[in-house]
């Protein structure tokens, strides 16, 4: 028999049948035809025993049972009932430590004692001891179950900690809590610190150009809906176009016949990730127009925040002049802009119509209340003076705007944190997709866990999915949270064989009990080829140093590729002491060594 641990239930199974001379001969199912005469043969039906979870009260002797298999119990119970100390000195010490908190009932159960300090009501609580196979029931129901409503750390903690008691009980809740995928799906934690703001370096007039769509909003007597707004960031210039939609062909004529041809090409355009930016026809544009194209990180709209504040000043505008049937919005449009545009911006000092023409902008009552304004005659003094104050008032609202980024940054920054994710940490992904017929507020807003594959700035993180597939868009740190695993909860279910049944000892086993039939090799299930044996006796593969004395175990030198088969990944593993024409597909499972998949991640970033 292949038994690596000779303990357990398998094993009394063994013995049990190995007491027997039988030989398994295989019988293919077409001949098994007889076999439905037991399933149809009357039987005495016998009422099916209840088992300790339905027996109603209070279940005593399992949980004393259960205490007193405790190996962390067992001492302190014998001592409460017999008064006999360990004979380790430092387990006898810590034992008479904490006896004065703990007492048993009349049942046998063992009961800690504790008075609550702080608290105005100066109760003591009798907690019952909570040994480790009974922890993850306790926080299943505690937590876990419709009852218990899927509270935080401290709510759990409060109601558990007046019933029960065990050591490290605060942080075995809160790993608990942490790591439960479902709380972690929904839930955004309320004292997260935000990323440092990074701004975004000022460049030429019309070098930066942002854009954004306002709407919808109540159809107008032209047939408008929408509002595509574009934004320079150096001067604040802002030209904005009411349109019936906003789809790409739409936003592309006005890039081109608004944008291009009146204000020359852009080097970059900035937008945030809807469909119409992110289409293929914009693309082709911005390339015509050598143009770079840029998005916002998903779900980020800070990244556009100047565009965003723009839309908020149009619509506070307009709803100061339209009128009650909101029919003839789009008819303030270009006023509120002329309104926007001679006002003097706060981060740049001037008005954008001085930083772009280099000139007062002269109003409808300049006209007849102040005298004209004197030009020289020279058309080269004229203009030297006119690029002149351009130049001077771009610079000087560049470093208005720098100086502005920077007042921003120190007072957002007093209560940001440094973004603490490390490459190859696994994440939850903020992103708040509705579905129609269903409430956004019943929906799990965090989804994953992701995997970061890269980081490109303190800031910005590049993922991939756990099945090693590239997410297309960039996840800002604001947008994620830690994935706290719940395979590695220190309290894991119960296992299947009873507490009060021992193991066998390896020298109560016959000595032919584990025999290895050498004429079948152990070799990695689910292969699709299994490599052949080497003549050389010196490269027998081993998987571990606990397997030198296992000839038949295949150790993984490397993983050469990936694919996915079956909806799982597979990868193509390079085994010791053969050549690569043997190498063979296996799933992740077979793959003991996580260090061959951390190699083979990093390099195929």
Excluded at 49 to 59: H, L, M, N, R
Excluded at 514 to 519: G, K
Aim: aromatic letters at 8%.
């Amino acid at each position: 028999m292949n038994i690596t641990d000779p303990t357990g239930r398998l094993v009394r199974w063994s013995l049990l049948v190995q007491q027997h001379d039988f030989e398994i001969r295989h019988r293919p199912g077409v001949n098994h035809a007889n076999a439905d005469a037991l399933s149809r043969r009357p039987y005495q039906l016998v009422p099916p025993e209840i088992s300790a979870y339905d027996v109603p009260g209070v279940q005593t002797p399992r949980i004393r049972d259960l205490q007193r298999h405790d190996c962390d119990l067992a001492d302190l119970i014998s001592y409460l009932e017999t008064a006999t100390l360990p004979g380790d000195n430092a387990s006898a010490r810590s034992l008479l430590l904490m006896v004065d908190d703990h007492f048993l009932s009349p049942d046998g159960l063992l009961f800690h004692l504790w008075t609550p300090t702080g608290s105005q009501r100066k109760t003591t609580y009798q907690q019952l001891v909570i040994p480790a196979s009974l922890r993850y029931e306790i926080l299943t129901w505690g937590h876990d179950d419709p009852t218990a409503g899927h509270f935080g750390t401290t709510k759990t903690y409060e109601k558990l900690r007046t019933r029960y008691y065990w050591r490290n009980m605060f942080s075995d809740i809160q790993h608990w809590t942490r790591s439960c995928a479902d709380c972690s799906m929904r839930k955004t934690p309320r004292n997260r610190h935000k990323a440092p703001l990074m701004p975004i370096p000022v460049e030429g007039a019309f070098d930066r150009l942002a854009v954004d769509c306002l709407g919808p909003l109540p159809e107008s007597t032209r047939g408008n809906r929408y509002v595509v707004v574009f934004c320079d960031a150096l001067t604040r210039w802002c030209e904005a176009f009411p349109v019936p939609s906003i789809d790409a062909p739409t936003i592309a004529r006005l890039l081109v016949d608004e944008i291009l041809c009146r204000h020359s090409a852009p080097r970059t355009l900035l937008s945030d990730r809807g469909s119409n930016f992110l289409s293929t026809l914009i693309k082709e544009v911005c390339q015509l127009m050598n143009t770079k194209k840029i998005n916002t990180s998903s779900y980020h709209p800070a990244t556009d925040g100047m565009v965003e504040r723009m839309n908020n000043t149009i619509a506070k505008s307009i709803s100061m002049f339209v009128s009650s049937n909101q029919k003839d919005w789009d008819f303030f449009i270009p006023s509120i802009l002329f309104a926007y545009r001679v006002s003097p911006c706060v981060s740049t000092g001037d008005s954008p119509f001085y930083l772009l023409y280099g000139r007062e902008p002269r109003l409808p009552p300049d006209v007849s209340l102040l005298p004209p304004t004197e030009v020289s005659s020279s058309i080269v003094e004229h203009r030297n003076r006119i690029v002149q104050q351009v130049e001077t008032a771009q610079s000087i609202a560049r470093c208005n705007i720098q100086r502005a980024q920077q007042l921003m940054k120190a007072q957002y920054d007093k209560k940001a944190k440094d973004a603490s994710f490390q490459l190859g940490q696994r994440v939850w992904v903020y992103t708040p997709k509705g579905k129609k017929g269903l409430s956004k507020k019943l929906l799990h807003k965090w989804h994953g866990p992701y995997r970061i594959c890269r980081i490109l700035s303190p800031v910005h993180y590049q993922l991939r999915t756990c099945d090693n597939h590239m997410i297309a868009t960039t996840v800002h740190a604001n947008c994620m949270k830690p994935f706290y695993d719940p395979s590695d909860r220190p309290i894991q279910p119960p296992t299947d064989d009873p507490a009060n049944e021992p193991f066998l000892l390896a020298s109560e086993l016959p000595d032919d009990s584990f025999t290895q039939d050498n004429s079948t090799p152990l070799v990695p299930t689910n292969s699709d080829q299994a490599p052949e044996a080497n003549d050389d006796s010196n490269s027998t593969p081993v998987d571990s140093p606990d397997s030198l004395a296992e000839p038949d175990v295949y150790a993984a030198e490397r993983i050469l590729r990936s694919r996915h088969k079956n909806g799982k990944v597979q990868y193509l593993v390079k085994w010791v002491g053969y050549p690569a024409s043997q190498s063979t597909w296996e799933p992740e499972e077979n793959i003991l060594d996580a260090r061959l998949l951390e190699q083979f991640h990093d390099k195929n970033k």
